[in-house]
C-alpha cells in the first residue's frame, strides 16, 4: 500500500500541475458538480468481537468396561462402532462355577429358615396376635375418645366465640335501645308542649271562647282542620319514636335469652368433656397393662431364641447375597449410553479381571476445552453462548465450565464447552477453532466500519448537512471487520456517508442518492430522484485520492490494522 500511496502522490503532483494550466472556466465547472453520496444514518445497539482459540475435542462421557472376575468368554454382541444403550449387555463369561455357589447358598437359608419355624411354630403367632388385637382395640377405643373429647372441646370454644359476639352483640344493642330512650325523651320533651298548645286551641275552637270570636264558620272549620293534622303529625313522630325505642329494647330481651342458653350449652359440654377424660383415663390404664404384658413376653421369653435364628437367616441371607454378586460378576452390561470405541474380547478366549474390554464414548455432546488469558476468562461465563469450528463447519455451544485457577505453567484459565450434534464430524482428541465473545457494548451508535477514516491516529467521519460535506470528529468504541461503535461526534439523525468518492472532501457540495439504502423522494414530483451511480474504489485507495482533492486537510486515511 506504500508504494501505491506514493504512485498516487506523484501523480496527484502531475495533476495539480496540470490542472494550473487549465482554464478558469474548467475550475468553475468542477467546482459545483455536487458528489453522488449514499449515507447512513447512526443504528443504536450491541456490538461484540470474538476470539479465536484452540479447542481439543472429547465426548462427554466416556468408560473403560472392565470385568471384575476372569474366566472364559462365552457371549460377546457389540463390536466398534456400535451404539449401545445403558444396561445393554456387552459380553458374558462362563458362570457355572457361580451358579453352584449361589445355589448352595439358598439351600442354607431355607435350612435356616426352617428351624426358624419348628422353633416358634403357629402357637406364639396366635398369642402375639390375640395380644395385639386387644391392645389395637384400646388403641382405637382412646382414638375414639380423644375424638370425641376434640369435637366437644371445639365445640366449646364456637360457643365461647358466640358468648363473645353475643356479648358484643348486647353492647351494641344496648347502646342502641339507650340511644332510641334518649331521642325518644328528648322529642317527647320538645314536642309535649306543642302538643299542649295545640290541643288548647282545638277546645277553644271547638268551644267557641272569645279567642275565635269574629270568625266564620267557614274559617273555624279550617283552623280546626289545620290543628288536629299538625296534632295528629307530631303525635305520629312521637309515636314513631317511642315505637323505635320499644324494638331497641325487644332486642337486647332477645340476645340476653341468647347468651343464657349459650352459658346452658357450656356447662353440658363441660360436663361431657369430664366424662369423657375420666373414661380416657381408664382406657389409658388398661392399654399400659396390656402393652406391658406383651412388652414382657416379647422381651423376656422369646429374645435369646429369636436372636439365635435371626443371626442364622442373616448369615445365609448374606451369602446368598454373596454368592448372587459374584454371579452378576460374570455378566458385563454397559454401564453409559453411547458408541463403542474398542473392544478387547473375544469369544471363547479367556478374559482377566481388571482387563480394559471396552471403550464406551457418549457421543451425544462433545465437550471441547480451551485455554484463555485471565482478561478473557473475566469475560467469559457459564451459559455463554460459543462457534466450533472445524473442516469449514460451525457448530453452536454452551460454556459449561470456566476454571478459577491458571495453569502453573501456561498461566491460562482452561474454559469447557457442550457441543451437541457434532459427534460425526467432530472426532475425540482433534483440535478445533472455538469462537468466543470477550469484548460486547450495548445500546450504543453504530455505523458501517466503511464510513470510518483516520488521519494521525484521529477518526473522523463525513456527514451531509444542508447539501454539504462536512468532516466530523469522532470517537470510536468498540469495531469489528463490518461496524463501529461511535462514542462522541454523532447523533442518531447524522447523515453519515457510506461510500467513497473522488470529490469526498470537506465543505464541498453534496448530491444524496440514498439513505440507509432507500432512494429519496423529491417534494414537488415525488419520484426517486435519479443520480449516477457513485464510484467504487477499493478502500487502501480512497484516502490516496482524497489526499488529492483535500490537500489542505490531514491525510483522510483508513490506517491499516486500525479496528
Known amino acids: 500500500m506504500n508504494g501505491k500511496r506514493c ?18 472556466s474548467s475550475e468553475e465547472t468542477e467546482e459545483v458538480e455536487k458528489a453522488a453520496v449514499d449515507v447512513v444514518t447512526p443504528e443504536r445497539g450491541s456490538l461484540s468481537t470474538d476470539t479465536v482459540y484452540m479447542g481439543t475435542a472429547a465426548p462427554q462421557q466416556q468408560v473403560y468396561v472392565t470385568p471384575m472376575v476372569s474366566g472364559t468368554v462365552t457371549e460377546v454382541n457389540f463390536q466398534v462402532g456400535d451404539t449401545v444403550q445403558e444396561g445393554d449387555l456387552l459380553f458374558r463369561i462362563d458362570d457355572e462355577a457361580a451358579q453352584l455357589q449361589l445355589a448352595s447358598a439358598e439351600a442354607a437359608y431355607h435350612s435356616a429358615e426352617a428351624g426358624v419355624q419348628a422353633a416358634t411354630g403357629g402357637a406364639r403367632d396366635l398369642q402375639n396376635y390375640q395380644t395385639e388385637q386387644s391392645i389395637q382395640q384400646l388403641r ?12 366437644m372441646e371445639s365445640n366449646l370454644g364456637d360457643l365461647r366465640d358466640a358468648g363473645g359476639q353475643l356479648s358484643s352483640a348486647k353492647s351494641a344493642a344496648q347502646a342502641a335501645a339507650d340511644q332510641a330512650g334518649t331521642a325518644y325523651y328528648t322529642l317527647q320533651g320538645e314536642l309535649q308542649p306543642q302538643i299542649e298548645e295545640i290541643q288548647k286551641r282545638i277546645t277553644e275552637v271547638q268551644s267557641g271562647t272569645d279567642a275565635s270570636e269574629g270568625q266564620s264558620d267557614s274559617e273555624l272549620t279550617a283552623e ?65 397393662t396390656a402393652e406391658q404384658s406383651y412388652a414382657i413376653t416379647q422381651n423376656e421369653v422369646y429374645p435369646d431364641t429369636d436372636a439365635t435364628y435371626a443371626a442364622q437367616l442373616e448369615s445365609a441371607a448374606v451369602g446368598i447375597d454373596s454368592a448372587q454378586m459374584q454371579l452378576d460378576y460374570y455378566t458385563v452390561e454397559a454401564p453409559i449410553s453411547g458408541v463403542i470405541e474398542s473392544v478387547g474380547v473375544e469369544k471363547d478366549q479367556m478374559v482377566s479381571a481388571g482387563t480394559a474390554a471396552y471403550v464406551i464414548s457418549n457421543k451425544e455432546s462433545m465437550t471441547v476445552t480451551f485455554q484463555v488469558t485471565e ?31 491458571a495453569g502453573a505453567q501456561t498461566h491460562l484459565f482452561t474454559v469447557k464447552a457442550s457441543v451437541a450434534g457434532a459427534s460425526e464430524k467432530i472426532p475425540n482428541g482433534v483440535t478445533v477453532k472455538v469462537y468466543a465473545t470477550t469484548h460486547e457494548e450495548d445500546n450504543k451508535l453504530i455505523i458501517p466500519y466503511d464510513a470510518l477514516y483516520f488521519s494521525a491516529g484521529n477518526a473522523y467521519v463525513y456527514c451531509v448537512e444542508d447539501g454539504t460535506i462536512v468532516r466530523t470528529p469522532v470517537t470510536v468504541g468498540l469495531m469489528s471487520d463490518t461496524e463501529a461503535v461511535i462514542e462522541e461526534g454523532l447523533a442518531e439523525d447524522s447523515l453519515v456517508v457510506e461510500n467513497w468518492s473522488s470529490r469526498l472532501r470537506d465543505g464541498a457540495p453534496a448530491e444524496v442518492a440514498s439513505v440507509n439504502g432507500e432512494t429519496p423522494v ?34 483522510p486515511a483508513k490506517e491499516e490494522g486500525a479496528e
Open 7 to 24: 504512485v498516487l502522490l506523484g501523480l496527484t503532483a502531475v495533476l495539480g500541475m496540470t490542472a494550473t494550466a487549465c482554464s478558469g
Open 140 to 151: 382405637d377405643s382412646m382414638n375414639d375418645v380423644d375424638e370425641s373429647i376434640d369435637e
Open 224 to 288: 280546626l282542620q289545620k290543628a288536629q293534622s299538625e296534632l295528629a303529625g307530631l303525635q305520629a313522630q312521637l309515636n314513631q319514636s317511642k315505637t323505635a325505642f320499644d324494638q331497641a329494647q325487644a332486642a337486647v330481651t332477645q340476645i340476653d335469652g341468647q347468651i343464657a342458653a349459650n352459658e346452658s350449652a357450656k356447662t353440658q359440654l363441660k360436663s361431657g368433656i369430664d366424662t369423657a377424660e375420666d373414661s380416657r383415663e381408664t382406657i389409658n390404664e388398661n392399654l399400659a
Open 375 to 405: 482478561e478473557a476468562k473475566n469475560a467469559l461465563a457459564v451459559g455463554d453462548p460459543v462457534t466450533v469450528e472445524r473442516g469449514g463447519d460451525t457448530y453452536e455451544g454452551t460454556i459449561t465450565e470456566v476454571g478459577t485457577m
Open 522 to 555: 423529491t417534494e414537488e414530483t415525488e419520484e426517486p430522484v435519479e443520480t449516477e451511480p457513485a464510484e467504487t474504489v477499493p478502500a487502501d485507495e480512497k484516502a490516496e485520492a482524497a489526499e488529492e482533492e483535500a490537500p489542505a486537510e490531514t491525510a
